[in-house]
T-cell receptor, first 111, second 114 residues
Framework: QKEVEQNSGPLSVPEGAIASLNCTYS??????FFWYRQYSGKSPELIMF????GDKEDGRFTAQLNKASQYVSLLIRDSQPSDSATYLC???????????FGTGTRLQVTL | KAGVTQTPRYLIKTRGQQVTLSCSPI?????VSWYQQTPGQGLQFLFE???????NKGNFPGRFSGRQFSNSRSEMNVSTLELGDSALYLC?????????????FGPGTRLLVL
C-alpha cells in the first residue's frame, strides 16, 4: 500500500462546477497536510495546508481533513480553465520537513 | 522577496558522469530539501539540510549526496549517472524545517541522462 494515494484522473469538470480531489494516507501519525498545484513543466506551488480536523476555506478552495478516516480532500468551487493542472497531496509524517507526495490528480476544466 | 532559485535549469549528461545541482533558498530560510520527480515514481524526498547538516535522508543510493553552505545555499551531487536518474530535481526551502512549515519549491533542474 502506498503511503499517500490519489486517483490519477484525469478528473474532468465543466467550467463553474465544483471539483473534488481526494487523498488518503496510511500513517496515522501524520501531522500536516498540504495541497500543491503543478502546471505542466512547472514546479509545485502551494495551494493550501491543513493541520486540524475539519474544513479550512481560502477563497475558492476548501481543504477538508478527517484524521480518523485518514483522508484529506480539496474542493475547488467555480472551477476555471486556469485550474487545469495536476494537484498533489503531500503529507508530513513523523519527520519534519520530509513530505511524502501522492502521484497527483490531473484536473481538466472544460469550457 | 525573491523565490527559490535553481541552477542550471537544464542539463544533459551521459551515463557514468557526475552532476552537481545548485539551490539558493528564499532569503532567511535555513532549511533546504531536495526531491526527485519522475513520471513513474512521482515526487520523492532525497534529503534535507539545515545549518549545514543533513538532518533527514530518503531512500536513495549513496550516489546521491548533498551539502549546504553557511549562507544556506545547497548543492546536490549525483555520481556515476544512470539512465534512471533522468528526472526533474526540485529543491524546496522553509524557515527552519520545523513541523507544519510550508516548503516553497524552486523551478527545478531537468536532468537528462543519455
Amino acid at each position: 500500500q502506498k503511503e499517500v494515494e490519489q486517483n490519477s484522473g484525469p478528473l474532468s469538470v465543466p467550467e463553474g462546477a465544483i471539483a473534488s480531489l481526494n487523498c488518503t494516507y496510511s500513517d496515522r501519525g501524520s501531522q500536516s497536510f498540504f495541497w500543491y498545484r503543478q502546471y505542466s513543466g512547472k514546479s509545485p506551488e502551494l495551494i493550501m495546508f491543513i493541520y486540524s480536523n475539519g474544513d479550512k476555506e481560502d477563497g475558492r478552495f476548501t481543504a477538508q481533513l478527517n484524521k480518523a478516516s485518514q483522508y484529506v480532500s480539496l474542493l475547488i468551487r467555480d472551477s476555471q480553465p486556469s485550474d487545469s493542472a495536476t494537484y498533489l497531496c503531500a503529507v508530513e509524517t513523523g519527520t519534519a520537513s520530509k513530505l511524502t507526495f501522492g502521484t497527483g490528480t490531473r484536473l481538466q476544466v472544460t469550457l | 522577496k525573491a523565490g527559490v532559485t535553481q541552477t542550471p535549469r537544464y542539463l544533459i549528461k551521459t551515463r557514468g558522469q557526475q552532476v552537481t545541482l545548485s539551490c539558493s533558498p528564499i532569503s532567511g530560510h535555513r532549511s533546504v530539501s531536495w526531491y526527485q520527480q519522475t513520471p513513474g515514481q512521482g515526487l520523492q524526498f532525497l534529503f534535507e539540510y539545515f545549518s549545514e547538516t543533513q538532518r533527514n535522508k530518503g531512500n536513495f543510493p549513496g550516489r546521491f549526496s548533498g551539502r549546504q553552505f553557511s549562507n544556506s545555499r545547497s548543492e546536490m551531487n549525483v555520481s556515476t549517472l544512470e539512465l534512471g536518474d533522468s528526472a526533474l530535481y526540485l529543491c524546496a526551502s522553509s524557515l527552519a524545517g520545523a513541523y507544519q512549515e510550508t516548503q516553497y519549491f524552486g523551478p527545478g533542474t531537468r536532468l537528462l541522462v543519455l
